[in-house]
């Protein structure tokens, strides 16, 4: 399947975490850098879409640190040992964005909400949404990339999903065979 979209190196791709690039723990959160594990064919994934993006961003709600289950730093170090591991693939990841507020939190900077995009738009140039995909295993993360006016496809899981993305595969390495 090709998605039949003209990506060049202008294009930005925003992948969600959990589910996508790592292994997701079902209702759990990664807390060590030992329980974060690769999804099968996400490294070579990751090293053609460095060829293929001007910019490849991690979008990633993680509340786990407002309920005091992690230290902000010691996600940022989960971040920084990820982005390593890709970089000596092959790949890169341009910037990382947590957001670390409850659900309910009435200011809340999570997806499905826009802030993350918005902040990436701000501090890298030449950001434009109409040429962005979304990648994601759950409906707040298609809902996140559709507000945003983004090619959505989703990473099929064990999550239900009643969002209506462009595009579904079952790994983000069937995915970067379409491209």
Same mark, same amino acid.
Request: charged residues 25%; negative net charge; hydrophobic residues 40%.
């Given at each position: 399947?090709?998605?039949?979209?003209?990506?060049?190196?202008?294009?930005?791709?925003?992948?969600?975490?959990?589910?996508?690039?790592?292994?997701?723990?079902?209702?759990?959160?990664?807390?060590?850098?030992?329980?974060?594990?690769?999804?099968?064919?996400?490294?070579?994934?990751?090293?053609?879409?460095?060829?293929?993006?001007?910019?490849?961003?991690?979008?990633?709600?993680?509340?786990?640190?407002?309920?005091?289950?992690?230290?902000?730093?010691?996600?940022?170090?989960?971040?920084?040992?990820? %982005? &390593? $591991?890709?970089?000596? =693939?092959?790949?890169?990841?341009?910037?990382?964005?947590?957001?670390?507020? *409850?659900?309910?939190?009435?200011?809340?900077?999570?997806?499905?909400?826009?802030?993350?995009?918005?902040?990436?738009?701000?501090?890298?140039?030449?950001?434009?949404?109409?040429?962005?995909?979304?990648?994601?295993?759950?409906?707040?993360?298609?809902?996140?990339?559709?507000?945003?006016?983004?090619?959505?496809?989703?990473?099929?899981? %064990? &999550? $239900?999903?009643?969002? =209506?993305?462009?595009?579904?595969?079952?790994?983000?390495?069937?995915?970067? *065979?379409?491209?």
């Amino acid at each position: 399947m090709s998605l039949r979209l003209s990506i060049d190196a202008s294009w930005t791709l925003f992948l969600d975490r959990d589910g996508v690039i790592n292994e997701r723990l079902i209702n759990d959160y990664v807390l060590k850098q030992n329980e974060f594990v690769f999804c099968d064919g996400a490294l070579k994934a990751l090293e053609k879409f460095n060829a293929c993006f001007k910019y490849v961003i991690v979008v990633t709600n993680q509340q786990c640190v407002a309920k005091g289950l992690i230290m902000k730093e010691d996600l940022d170090l989960i971040h920084q040992n990820m %982005s &390593e $591991k890709i970089r000596l =693939s092959g790949g890169l990841i341009t910037k990382v964005f947590a957001a670390t507020e *409850l659900k309910e939190d009435p200011l809340s900077t999570r997806k499905p909400n826009s802030y993350m995009a918005i902040q990436a738009q701000k501090e890298l140039e030449g950001i434009d949404f109409s040429k962005s995909i979304m990648v994601g295993d759950t409906d707040s993360d298609i809902e996140f990339g559709k507000r945003l006016g983004m090619t959505t496809v989703l990473i099929e899981s %064990s &999550e $239900k999903c009643i969002s =209506s993305p462009d595009f579904r595969f079952a790994t983000l390495y069937d995915f970067s *065979l379409a491209i």
